[in-house]
């Protein structure tokens, strides 16, 4: 697998090099400037997507498609970033005339009224989430039917993004939509991790578990994936429709029964998973032989490669003339945000301590807010994690900003916050008191009211973003 390079990016010098005024407005500014065009779809897509005019090329990460060699180019996809991604891809062969020309047409399945945007030569399917819908499967088979015209010599391009197990379904043989959709409820409201529950989806699709891949075996066949999950499991992304897939009906069964969700889904789905796959073992093969050679993936986007390429460019910056000491901490933030903060401070005060200050230590990931059904706040991981930190950094020279790349926090309409040592003492000169917004889980309504009440800012609003790559925190140690 190629992950997506960035050293691009950086090299055309589109990271500012001086942040001035307050450290919460540098960290908003970072965020704004620095850490959302790396998630941001479509320039991620141009990234890992290129035209090369002095070779003669297109270029997937470092794969490179020479163009005489390519006779038609196709496009399919599923996700919530489609239309970027998919407006990216399009930009890119437009460059040059000839490689235009090529272009023989694309579907892809888009979430809800995203489908009325326009793209040359693309049809879009506004396909839903959580649970598919008819133009789901609609566009699924459009898919199907556009890859079967595939043959030697054709590149077939695929955009991957978020909600794209719901957004591209098409049940297999002998299970209606309805009862594919009583399914995939009772899985992602009965437990199972976003493996487990892929592990079944995946067996009960036409087009998941590597499916849309061999619909065009004899194809060169690239996918640009923009991850919304922890590691980058190729496999859990949309279910894996571009990837091999290495679990079974079995397996799936027994996800069911460890949950004690098989009497919860519908006959037809248990008699196709009992029934078994009967082309296992001849799918297994022709990945082997034919379809794993002139197969590449490319993790356009996602929180691992938004981190490495703050790790490269984050060291350019100056903060009133002086540059801070930068961590990236690697290991993904996951598991109770409760946790997940007070661990990070300890994190952090251990990367800041052995820095020349200012420092600015960088963790991404994505923490668990449990919210119980009495409560009644507005809210998200995000600010809920900045909420706990107003106690944790109070009376330290500490800023802290934690976001979600998707703009969008939980319920909230922000991405997240921006809060620092002085900002307990800002909310108990109003009369406002942190511990009570907590216990409502009303996160976004303690910063709204804090800025309110101040005139400060604290919220992150940047607006829909149309992509997500997950969450990014960012501490800032200053003298």
């Not at 407005?25 to 620095?34: E, G, H, M, P, W």
């Not at 062969?93 to 809800?112: H, M, P, Q």
């Not at 437990?191 to 529950?197: F, K, L, N, R, S």
Request: glycine share 10%; net charge negative; charged share 20%.
């Amino acid at each position: 697998m190629s992950r997506g390079a960035e050293g691009p990016y950086w090299e055309r010098n589109r990271v500012p090099r001086m942040y001035e005024g307050s450290n919460k407005q540098r960290l908003l500014s970072i965020f704004k400037d620095v850490v959302l065009p790396l998630a941001d779809s479509y320039l991620a897509t141009r990234r890992g997507f290129r035209w090369s005019p002095e070779l003669r090329s297109l270029f997937v990460g470092d794969r490179q498609f020479d163009a005489e060699s390519i006779s038609r180019v196709f496009l399919v996809g599923a996700g919530k970033a489609g239309v970027p991604m998919a407006r990216a891809v399009v930009d890119t062969l437009k460059e040059d005339y000839s490689l235009w020309a090529k272009f023989a047409g694309g579907t892809v399945n888009v979430y809800r009224d995203q489908a009325n945007e326009s793209i040359p030569g693309v049809a879009l399917f506004p396909a839903d989430h959580p649970n598919p819908n008819e133009a789901s499967v609609e566009g699924a088979r459009a898919a199907l039917s556009l890859l079967a015209q595939a043959g030697k010599g054709d590149l077939i391009v695929a955009v991957i993004s978020g909600g794209g197990s719901s957004l591209l379904a098409l049940p297999q043989q002998g299970i209606s939509l309805e009862d594919f959709r009583l399914a995939n409820q009772a899985l992602v409201t009965g437990g199972p991790t976003i493996q487990e529950i892929n592990t079944v989806r995946k067996h009960l699709s036409q087009v998941k578990g590597g499916r849309l891949r061999e619909a065009a075996p004899h194809s060169r066949f690239v996918t640009l994936i923009l991850s919304d999950v922890i590691g980058d499991d190729l496999s859990s992304i949309a279910s894996g429709p571009s990837v091999p897939d290495a679990t079974t009906c079995d397996d799936a069964v027994h996800v069911l029964e460890q949950y004690g969700l098989w009497d919860a889904i519908p006959a037809s789905v248990q008699e196709c998973l009992l029934k078994g796959d009967p082309k296992q073992a001849e799918r297994a093969k022709l990945w082997a032989d034919v379809l794993s050679p002139s197969t590449e993936n490319l993790v356009v986007a996602s929180n691992t490669v938004v981190l490495a390429a703050l790790e490269a460019g984050l060291s350019t910056i100056d903060v009133e003339g002086r540059k801070p000491t930068v961590f990236v901490e690697h290991c993904p933030v996951q598991g109770p945000v409760e946790q997940a903060v007070e661990q990070n401070l300890r994190q952090a005060l251990a990367a800041a301590g052995e820095a020349h200050l200012p420092a600015l230590v960088v963790f991404g990931g994505e923490p668990i807010v449990t919210v119980p059904a009495s409560a009644t706040g507005t809210g998200g991981r995000m600010l809920h994690y900045a909420l706990l930190a107003v106690r944790l950094v109070a009376g330290h020279n500490i800023t802290v900003l934690a976001s979600g790349t998707d703009g969008i926090d939980g319920t909230a309409p922000a991405a997240g916050a921006v809060v620092t040592g002085a900002t307990l003492d800002e909310a108990q000169a109003v009369d406002l008191k942190p511990d009570e917004y907590l216990a409502n889980y009303d996160s976004y309504g303690f910063f709204s009211e804090l800025e309110s009440r101040t005139g400060r800012r604290f919220v992150n609003m940047t607006g829909p973003t149309g992509t997500n790559v997950n969450d990014i925190m960012l501490w800032l140690f200053e003298t």
